[in-house]
């Protein structure tokens, strides 16, 4: 792919593992992975919205045990 093509790349979508991410942005500066950040945020807000719930329900600000916000939701 030449030059003014790579630059011309704003969107794009890939498997999220390490190497496929490295390759592809050493040769696509400019793209921006549209679908996983969206999914990103979804699962951040399913998680925010089900704390909220849960803190209702039960009255209290405590996290309930076993649930846990993984680095990709915060």
């Known amino acids: 792919m030449n030059k003014a093509r790579r630059q011309s ?32 945020l979804t699962r951040t807000l399913d998680a925010t919205r089900k704390l909220i719930w849960w803190s209702r329900v039960t009255r209290c600000a405590s996290v309930p045990s076993g649930y846990f916000l993984s680095a990709y939701m915060l």
Not at 14 to 38: C, G, K, L, S, Y
């Open 9 to 40: 790349v704003i969107s794009i979508s890939m498997d999220m593992r390490p190497v496929h991410q490295q390759a592809t942005f050493a040769h696509i500066e400019n793209a921006f992975d549209h679908f996983h950040v969206a999914q990103v």
